[in-house]
């Protein structure tokens, strides 16, 4: 998709810091991180995001989680533990319509994520 911003990275015409690189996926430091080791993995074909994800994904899938436990490896924090994330839509501030997971470590971090705990209870 040509306005496809990880689409272009993939692409070559974005820069990227690259983590890891399979057939079918990418994996590349996050512009902002919300930890000190942040990178996206992303497929090497365009899906919009975890909802569109459908059975006949499982390979492209399963490629993603090994080059996410491979960058993990590859950048120190497997041992200590690391969390994946998929954001869809809006209410998870999900701001690019390419499928990736967040693999987010190097520090420990809190659970559970995102939900201030008052308007939790207000619900
Ligand atoms: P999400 O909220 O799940 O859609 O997260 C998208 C992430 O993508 C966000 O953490 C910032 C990152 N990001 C957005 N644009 C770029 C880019 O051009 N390069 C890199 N490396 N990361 C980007």
Known sequence: MDSCIFCR??????????????????????????????????????IDNAAAVGAD?????????????AGAEALGIASDGYRLVFNVGRHALNSVGHLHMHVLGGQQMGWPPGVEPIRLAAR
């Open 57 to 69: 994904h499982g390979e492209i899938l399963a490629e993603m989680f090994t080059t996410a436990r």
């Open 9 to 46: 990275i993939l692409a070559g015409d974005l820069p990227s810091r690259q983590v890891a690189s399979t057939e079918h996926t990418y994996a590349f430091f996050d512009l902002n991180p919300a930890a000190p080791v942040h990178f996206l993995v992303i497929p090497r074909s365009h």
